[in-house]
Nanobody
Framework: QVQLVESGGGLVQTGGSLRLSCVAS????????MGWFRQAPGKERRFVAA????????EYADSVKGRFTISRDNAKNTVYLQMNSLKPEDTADYYC???????????????????WGQGTQVTVSS
């Protein structure tokens, strides 16, 4: 079992920044890849970013490339999502997820992830 708890969401103006955090517990954090997804009201959950267990490789959705940065601190069992230059279309509930498969590839689909947090809300005002 893995428990994931997100924090850091809130209300921000267009062009602003937020940093989301996700703290994991229950298994050796440094052994699994992590991802961030988001779900806007009335829409399906979509991939945002992923990071390899070692932190040595990352993957991003095209819509956030150059604005968002995923990182992790294995000593703190935490994965981060730094979000800069925020836009109203970034408004969504953001979820972190754990992929325990230790795939050599970073996966981008919901079904590839084994555990999910409860989500944190991000609202970007125009």
């Amino acid at each position: 079992q893995v428990q994931l708890v997100e924090s850091g969401g809130g209300l921000v103006q267009t062009g602003g920044s937020l940093r989301l955090s996700c703290v994991a517990s229950g298994r050796t954090f440094s052994r699994y890849n992590m991802g961030w997804f988001r779900q806007a009201p009335g829409k399906e959950r979509r991939f945002v970013a992923a990071i390899k267990w070692s932190g040595g490789r990352t993957e991003y959705a095209d819509s956030v490339k150059g604005r968002f940065t995923i990182s992790r601190d294995n000593a703190k069992n935490t994965v981060y999502l730094q979000m800069n230059s925020l836009k109203p279309e970034d408004t969504a509930d953001y979820y972190c997820a754990a992929d325990l498969g230790r795939s050599a590839f970073l996966r981008v689909t919901i079904n590839d992830y084994d555990y999910w947090g409860q989500g944190t809300q991000v609202t970007v005002s125009s």
